[in-house]
């Protein structure tokens, strides 16, 4: 169902359950709609509300569509916890000028937990006759996975990635990369920008009835500190909280800073660890991204503190260096509302953002649809987490002439003054394993 114009009225009626299911083995194999982070999360089953928006106002638009429609919703929920009653899940596109439609949708049905609490949503529209659906899980996912044959993508030793299919050093793409992060680097030594984030892509395809609950079981087991997330095709394990607003009360978490890990030699290991949060160069380009979201978020919040100083966030694939934000919600806004205001952070633009993002649209030579957007959900009250759509890849509809589904994951660094491009290329292979190891045979 889509509207384009009025408000559709939904009823939406949760009740606890008893029992706790398996949240991965509901979604829908090639079409999964999953919110999952160890002991918190959802999945959608079917839909009955889909919203689209594109350009430079499409978070106000949707902000403001989605009140609308919750002000005239009918909500019989006696749970009320954060995630119950009416809820959307949405994934934004990054550019204004992007192709990509950033999309709000509603579920038919959503089941969901909150550690040890368990409930299920059934969304219908509020003048029909109320129904209820039997739930029926598809088995859950094991057996063989065809697999997605990516794209060359090479290796830094310096960087430890571990080695990837047909290592193409001098490709094209790879050659376009080292010289837009050079370009990039020479605009910043002129003083053009602060910061420039420039992102690289892989692509692949999978069969059409290619069951995605593999690569996404894959990600929520190994990355267990991430949002895993599935949304209109967008699939992904985001470490990055770009904002959560639950009951009057905001946070946030913003990485910048990276070093890959070599778990097969903790000394290697901790040197990496110890090195980046020594670098100069790596606390310079953390402190621009943690001031872009104190910045945006000041006029909305009160008693805005952060961690006080960055702190090493420990993944499978790589260090991260972090900061925790926290603050009381001002005047009432939404999730979405605060997300427009949050988005584009410093830690997938750049400094300033203005010029950064021109730079952006200038050297990479490709659109990045949904990728360093947000992701996330919002509920009737406004509340809601989103987080920044990374290590992530797109999974296009099936092409009718193969019957194949493309599959097209990205990955960038931040560039700054004294940046190698050696070592840029080699973090954005680190930053691509998640996505190139969930989606492998």
């Not at 994934?91 to 950033?102: N, V």
């Not at 299920?120 to 109320?130: F, L």
């Not at 088995?139 to 996975?145: D, E, F, L, Y």
């Not at 930053?431 to 190891?437: A, G, Q, S, Y």
Request: proline content about 7%; charged content about 25%.
């Amino acid at each position: 169902m889509t509207t384009d114009h009025g408000v559709p009225r939904l009823r939406a009626i949760t009740r606890p359950l008893a029992e706790a299911p398996d949240l991965v083995s509901l979604a829908d194999p090639e079409h999964p709609l999953l919110w999952l982070r160890d002991d918190r999360g959802c999945v959608g089953v079917g839909e009955i509300l889909r919203l689209t928006f594109t350009g430079p106002t499409r978070f106000r638009d949707a902000a403001a569509q989605w009140r609308r429609i919750a002000e005239a919703a009918v909500i019989d929920d006696p749970v009320r916890l954060p995630g119950t009653g009416l809820v959307a899940l949405g994934a934004f596109a990054f550019a204004d000028r992007s192709a990509a439609e950033s999309v709000l949708v509603v579920p038919r049905i959503l089941v969901a937990r909150h550690r040890t609490s368990w409930w299920i949503t059934e969304v219908s529209c509020a003048d029909a006759p109320a129904t209820s659906a039997p739930l029926r899980p598809e088995a859950r996912p094991q057996g063989s996975w065809p697999g997605t044959a990516f794209g060359a993508s090479p290796t830094d030793p310096r960087a430890g990635a571990a080695d990837e299919p047909d290592r193409e050093t001098h490709s094209d793409a790879v050659a376009a990369y080292l010289d837009g992060v050079r370009e990039a680097g020479r605009r910043i030594s002129e003083g053009e920008a602060e910061k420039i984030v420039l992102a690289r892509q892989l692509g692949g395809t999978i069969p059409r009835d290619a069951d995605l609950r593999i690569p996404l079981r894959r990600l929520a087991d190994r990355y267990l500190d991430c949002w895993t997330f599935a949304v209109d095709g967008l699939v992904g394990a985001s470490p990055e909280t770009l904002v959560r607003s639950t009951s009057g009360a905001v946070s946030a978490r913003v990485l910048a800073g990276t070093r890959a890990r070599h778990p097969e030699d903790a000394k290697r290991d901790a040197r990496a660890r110890d090195e980046l949060l020594t670098s100069a160069k790596e606390q310079h380009e953390h402190a621009f991204a943690v001031q872009s979201v104190v910045t945006a978020l000041s006029p909305y919040v009160r008693e805005l503190h952060t961690s006080e100083e960055p702190f090493t966030l420990r993944l499978p694939n790589v260090w991260h260096l972090a900061t925790d934000l926290g603050a009381s919600l001002g005047e009432r806004s939404s999730a979405l509302e605060l997300v427009g205001a949050l988005h584009p952070t410093a830690a997938v633009a750049g400094t300033p953002t203005s010029a950064a993002v021109a730079a952006i649209d200038e050297l990479e030579p490709f659109d990045r649809g949904r990728y360093s957007g947000a992701v996330g959900w919002i509920d009737a009250e406004g509340d809601g987490e989103w987080v920044i759509a990374l290590r992530c890849a797109q999974v296009s509809p099936a092409d009718p002439g193969t019957g194949e589904r493309a599959v097209v994951a990205s990955a960038g660094g931040g560039i700054v003054a004294g940046s190698d491009p050696e070592h840029e290329l080699g973090e954005t292979v680190s930053k691509l394993r998640p996505i190139t190891e969930a989606f492998a045979p």
